[in-house]
């Protein structure tokens, strides 16, 4: 099961995925703000080439698992062997431990212990990048099994959630074949440089919509897979360069310029764009920015907000001080293609998505 996420697009990804191959079948897809590859890797299933990019190391790593990886009989066989080594291994504390089970409260201290044991075994083996890939993303998830936060790691509950009792087990993740049009890469780049290095025929863009870092959410995994074991700041123990790594898309006054660059130059010829009405520009706005690639198709989809923000409004003693403005949000997708969408294929799309109506604005 991959890890919590908020973005991951879980249950919009069937939407994604049916609305992809509506547009073009067996091709290279781009997956510019890739995150945990869901996405990814629901396309690599169906036979897609994908090219993943982050800007975060555990991205890249998430990536190179489910995406780039090709599962073969030999490579998962190894990663078994593997697998059941590590939860052999007997529990280690170190700075896992330390700083993650102790100064914070991220995971329970024997299983700290364990991860910190597994993860020095992982960086002394020297392992080829995918099979690192595919046992680092079996411990990141194995961690996530057991932790006791409401799914970001700005912050953990202040009693121990139930899930953290429970012993850390790693387990292979689900790594599919490749891809009948080929094989997939796991990039670690620059939005700007990505767009500029990387071509597709179609890209799903889901870029950050709101002044939360996803290094800031989820500095553990960072850590993890850097094994850097780095100073650290703050009740919950993030990363230093939490304070400098900023990425323009958590930027209110930066977001637009940096948006419209990257819709402008991104390399492919169908765009299919997630993005929420809690985003930093509303849906006209984003409509009037992809009508200048061409026809812009929107497929409207409500969901419940994310488990934190349906617990309320704390402070930092833990005592409530307020009450959410709302439960629900809106997710659209837009889909761009720079010649009008044959009616077949709008139906198709409105018939595979569930949605009773689609919105064009050719």
Known sequence: MPIKYIGSKRKLVPAIVAV????????????????????????????YRVLANDYLACGEV??????EADGTAEQLRQASLLIEEFN??????????????????????????RVDAIREEIERKGLDPELRAIVLVSLMEAADRV???????????????????????LRLPDVAPRAGAGKGKAHR???????GRLEADVAYLDPPYNQHSFLGNYHI?????????????????????????????????????????VVEQVQAFYLVVSFSDEGF????????????RGDVLVIENDYKRYVGAQIGVFNPSGEKVGRVSHLRNKEYLYVVSPEPLAAATVRAMTEATGQRELFANG
Not at 189 to 195: I, K, L, S
Request: charged letters at 30%; one cysteine or more; proline letters at 4%.
């Open 20 to 47: 992809v191959q509506q547009l073009r079948e067996s091709c290279t897809v781009l997956d510019l703000f890739s995150g945990t590859s869901r996405v990814g890797a629901a396309l690599k299933k169906r036979q």
């Open 62 to 67: 998430i990536a190179r698992c489910y995406v």
């Open 88 to 113: 052999r291994l007997p529990p280690s504390p170190g700075y896992f431990t330390e700083v993650f089970c102790e100064k914070s409260r991220f995971l329970q201290p024997r299983n700290g212990a």
């Open 147 to 169: 932790d006791s936060t409401t799914g970001v790691q700005m912050a953990y509950l202040k009693k121990w959630a139930p899930r953290s009792f429970n012993d850390l087990e």
């Open 189 to 195: 780049m620059d939005t700007v440089e990505a767009v």
């Open 221 to 261: 995994w960072e850590t993890l897979t850097l094994w850097d074991k780095p100073e650290h700041y703050g009740v919950a123990c993030k990363r230093i360069d939490c304070r400098e790594r900023k990425s323009v898309f958590n930027s209110k006054r930066r977001f637009f310029g940096a948006w419209a660059k």
């Open 281 to 292: 520009i509303g849906r006209v706005e984003m409509e009037e920015l992809l009508g200048r």
